[in-house]
């Protein structure tokens, strides 16, 4: 059977540097995503252009997040991945529990994709924050973030993101909702004087949402990812 179809568009609907209108521009990634609840999507993230400012191009947050850069299996997946080698679940057992879920991967792949889940998460984010920042506010006078949080038992996975290039800036496993390491961690990523004027992220959690309200700057607007 072929999976459903579903197309992503950026959430930025004009401009962010002039306020034009912005035209499609090409698809640039179109591949088929498993995700954790056993299905299959066909996923288009669709980059639109600004025709105005020299063809900079825009793609959508929401497609972004769904799975790493060349991942054809979902965040969600590789946390779960991560979380049953961190219980010393051999290869064999954890593809025969992604198996009981309808998601058929191989044992290298596991590992593959364990290897990959640890790649970003042994990155020291923090020492190129500071670039990534400087490097928006230059182009876009602004800084804009996507912020996911991705859940598995008690532990949480926070994926930070550049809304504009969507590459990763912070990549963090915690323990629970209430680890503390989650609002210091967050806090070298928001405070009240950087020039932050947009963060989309998930659409609810009781904990998550008000902390990033309290860390982020008041002006600051949210907005949600698009269902999948
Ligand atoms: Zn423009």
Known sequence: ??????????????CPICGNKLSYSYAISAKTIS???????????????????????YVSATASKFALTGCRYSMKVLFIIYYYKCQKYSREQICDLLADN?????ERNVDIL?????????????????KHYNDMLIKFKQIRLSIDLVSYNKRRLVIIRDNFSQEIIGFYVFDSIND?????????????????????????????????KELA????????????
Request: charged letters at 25%; glycine letters at 2%.
């Open 1 to 14: 059977m072929k999976p459903i179809v579903k197309n992503y568009k950026p959430e930025i609907i004009t």
């Open 35 to 57: 995700f954790s609840g056993g299905k299959h999507f066909f996923v288009r993230n669709l980059a639109y252009k600004c025709k105005l400012c020299n063809n900079q191009t």
């Open 102 to 106: 309808d998601i058929i991967i191989s």
């Open 114 to 130: 364990y290897k990959k889940f640890l790649a970003y998460l042994s990155k020291d984010y923090l020492l190129e924050l500071d």
């Open 180 to 212: 503390p390491k989650l609002k210091e961690t967050l806090g070298h990523f928001l405070n009240k004087n950087l020039l932050i004027t947009h963060i989309i992220s998930i659409r609810k959690d009781d904990t998550f949402i008000p902390l990033l």
């Open 217 to 228: 700057p008041i002006k600051t607007k949210f907005s949600v990812f698009l269902k999948i």
